[in-house]
Nanobody, 124 residues
Framework: VQLQASGGGLVQAGGSLTLSCSAS????????MGWFRQAPGKRREFVAATMWRGNGTYYADSVKGRFTISRDSAKNTVYLQMNSLKPADTAVYYC??????????????????WGQGTQVTVSS
């Protein structure tokens, strides 16, 4: 499985950005897709996840109500719509996928495939 993330950039506080993550290769192995982020000097943290087939999404409390994860199965792509961005959202964002169908336990260590990071910078 190969994951390709894109869409990062510089935005002012209160603005919006949409990240994309395209999957290729043995995508039949994927059951859950998600996003993580890592700010300088901090641990990588979970942001959001979605079932690759069927319904179900899960968000970190810090982004709930502001971020929306969605997927386009025809394009094998997952999106992260980020609204009301804050400087605290500044980080490198990574998309990830896991073979396990358990969306609630998606963590950095339990993810099987990773895309390259994309930088999101929110200015105050």
């Amino acid at each position: 499985v190969q994951l390709q993330a894109s869409g990062g950039g510089l935005v002012q506080a209160g603005g919006s950005l949409t990240l994309s993550c395209s999957a290729s290769g043995s995508i039949f192995r994927i059951n859950v897709m998600g996003w993580f982020r890592q700010a300088p000097g901090k641990r990588r943290e979970f942001v959001a996840a979605t079932m690759w087939r069927g319904n179900g999404t899960y968000y970190a409390d810090s982004v709930k109500g502001r971020f929306t994860i969605s997927r386009d199965s025809a394009k094998n792509t997952v999106y992260l719509q980020m609204n009301s961005l804050k400087p605290a959202d500044t980080a490198v964002y990574y998309c990830a996928a896991r073979r396990s169908p358990n969306i609630w336990t998606m963590t950095s260590s339990s993810s099987d495939y990773w895309g390259q990071g994309t930088q999101v910078t929110v200015s105050s």
